[in-house]
Nanobody, 115 residues
């Protein structure tokens, strides 16, 4: 059974940066397209960013394009999300998972951006 563990969230002022990490036990990321998703209070979980299994292609939601960068370290079996120029509307719980054929969701990591 795959276990996803997200970390790196926190409280940051608008304009600040955070780097999220996602580790998986039981599977290697390199075989799958992986993504970051987020869920704000009272809203549906939404797509944030994805990276192809080869790492050669990345995709971003329009709201984060140019500010967030997704990457992987296959040697460490870890997925990252570098978030710059954070805005209050980025406040949410952030999750990682496969893009297609989801594993069980982890607990996520809380990101709070103050204005």
């Amino acid at each position: 059974q795959v276990q996803l563990v997200e970390s790196g969230g926190g409280l940051v002022q608008a304009g600040g940066s955070l780097r999220l990490s996602c580790a998986a036990s039981g599977r290697t990321f390199s075989s799958y397209a992986m993504g970051w998703f987020r869920q704000a209070p009272g809203k549906e979980r939404e797509f944030v960013a994805a990276i192809s299994w080869s790492g050669g292609s990345t995709y971003y939601a329009g709201s984060v394009k140019g500010r967030f960068t997704i990457s992987t370290d296959n040697a460490k079996n870890t997925l990252y999300l570098q978030m710059n120029s954070l805005k209050p509307e980025d406040t949410a719980v952030y999750y990682c998972n496969r893009v297609v054929g989801k594993w069980a969701w982890g607990q996520g990591t809380q990101v709070t951006v103050s204005s």
